[in-house]
């Protein structure tokens, strides 16, 4: 069973910071690409930032120069600091991981998602 786990989520005044945690647990057999996406009430879900294996990223325009996303690939762990934070960027955070993972009858490749964790920025 594959979980992505969150963690970090709080409310937190305008111009503050949080790091947020994604553990990858299950019959992990490589992580090819982890990301975070967030989605604001009322609001689609949108890509905050892409990470690929070969550490190449992606990030939102609205973020670039503030949020920084990192791996401990011992861990199976992404984190997400985001600092300079803003009232726009309340919304539910979501893990994604595109995973290659171990059945009893081989490998599949699919991409999975975390439950999400609220962030709240207040002004």
């Known amino acids: 069973q594959v979980q992505l786990v969150e963690s970090g989520g709080g409310l937190v005044q305008a111009g503050g910071s949080l790091r947020l945690s994604c553990a990858v647990s299950?019959?992990?057999?490589?992580?090819?690409?982890m990301g975070w996406y967030r989605q604001a009430p009322g609001k689609q879900r949108e890509l905050v930032v892409a990470?690929?294996?070969?550490?190449?990223?992606n990030y939102a325009d609205s973020v670039k120069g503030r949020f920084t996303i990192s791996r401990d690939n011992a861990k199976n762990t992404v984190y997400l600091q985001m600092n300079s934070l803003k009232p726009e960027d309340t919304a539910v955070y979501y893990c994604?991981?595109?995973?290659?993972?171990?059945?009893?009858?081989?490998?599949?490749?699919?991409?999975?998602w975390g439950q999400g964790t609220q962030v709240t920025v207040s002004s």
């Open positions: 994604n991981g595109d995973l290659k993972t171990l059945r009893s009858w081989g490998t599949v490749t699919a991409t999975y």
């Open positions: 299950g019959s992990i057999v490589s992580i090819n690409a």
């Open positions: 990470s690929t294996s070969g550490g190449s990223t």
